[in-house]
């Protein structure tokens, strides 16, 4: 692992293999650490696992403005450029698929391909959004005021992870200590400036996109699978998977089925790209 200097502060990356870069980005509570078990199924790929900020072993700025989406897609295309990356596939799982969207619709020359797990474009209904923003900052208040510990107690019980009670004791407790190490300020900060109370809804410009997009859901949580057929509707060129017998993190239910679906999808559309190219050169 190591600390990249992205705009005055440091982003915690992991940069795994060679060929073609998979950017990897966890969902909130979470780290680059999320994606550790899959990484050797994606052999081909220069796998780049980031902690997003606030999370994981990067920084924990004060201002909860340094979060916004926007700089949040600075960072990352100019993490991009001090790896030499010049454009990637973007898996983005959760809170990460929001991220990977926005950065797919403001910096489209970087990317070829977009992989959303459980993701959502936004809350379009104004009032709703409201409501969630003031939800959050009272979420963000209850984090630094009873710690960690107890915010991530809170956050398992959710009726949304409620399938995950299914899993190994041993792979629960694995989750358990990567949301531990993050720091209070961090969690706080990142639900008040890129939760999806305050962030820019994507719906109505999913349309822009012109790469190839996978959407994964389980099976399970039926909030997002209506969601993933929102978006699969609304863009150009995208496959829908829905995955038996999962919930809202396929990659930890159905960890077989999640990784064989994401590389069939990469290597058909990197065969894809180098028909292009032939045509490009004819």
């Known amino acids: ?14 940069v795994r293999g060679e060929g073609p870069a998979l950017l990897l980005l966890h969902g909130f509570t979470g780290s680059g650490a999320t994606w550790t078990p899959h990484l050797e199924a ?3 790929f220069t796998t780049v696992a980031v902690d997003l900020l606030g999370h994981g072993q ?21 993490l991009l450029d001090e790896l030499g990356i010049r454009r990637a596939v973007v898996l983005g799982y959760s809170m990460g698929g929001r991220v990977a969207l926005h ?3 403001h910096a489209p020359e970087r990317l070829w391909a977009l992989v959303l797990e459980s993701a959502s474009a936004g809350i379009e209904d104004a009032a709703e959004r409201e ?11 209850a984090i630094e005021r009873d710690g960690v510990a107890a915010f991530v107690d809170r956050w398992q019980d959710q009726p949304l992870f409620a399938s995950q009670a299914r899993l190994p004791a041993a792979i629960r407790e694995e989750v358990r200590r990567q949301r531990l ?3 209070p300020r961090g969690l706080a900060n990142s639900l008040r400036g890129m939760g999806a109370g305050v962030q820019e809804p994507l719906l109505n410009r999913l349309g822009e996109l012109r790469v190839p997009v996978l959407l994964l859901a389980g099976a399970l949580d039926e909030k997002y699978c209506a969601l993933a057929r929102l978006m699969a509707a609304a863009l150009p060129c995208a496959r829908l998977e829905v995955v038996p017998e999962a919930g809202h993190a396929v990659h930890l239910e159905r960890p077989e089925t999640f990784v064989g679906a994401v590389r069939e999808f990469l290597v058909g559309c990197l065969a894809g790209e180098r028909r292009k190219e032939r045509e490009r050169c004819r």
Do not use: F, I, K
């Not at 692992?1 to 992991?14: D, I, P, W």
């Not at 403005?65 to 926007?70: G, L, T, V």
């Open 103 to 105: 950065l797919a619709l």
């Open 181 to 183: 190490r993050n720091d």
């Open 42 to 44: 994606w052999e081909g």
């Open 1 to 14: 692992m190591t600390r990249v200097a992205v705009n005055g502060m440091h982003l915690n990356v992991e």
């Open 131 to 141: 409501e969630r923003a003031r939800s959050d900052a009272a979420l963000a208040e």
């Open 58 to 78: 990067s920084d924990c700025p004060p201002d909860p403005a340094r979060y916004r989406m926007e700089r949040c897609v600075e960072d990352l295309t100019v």
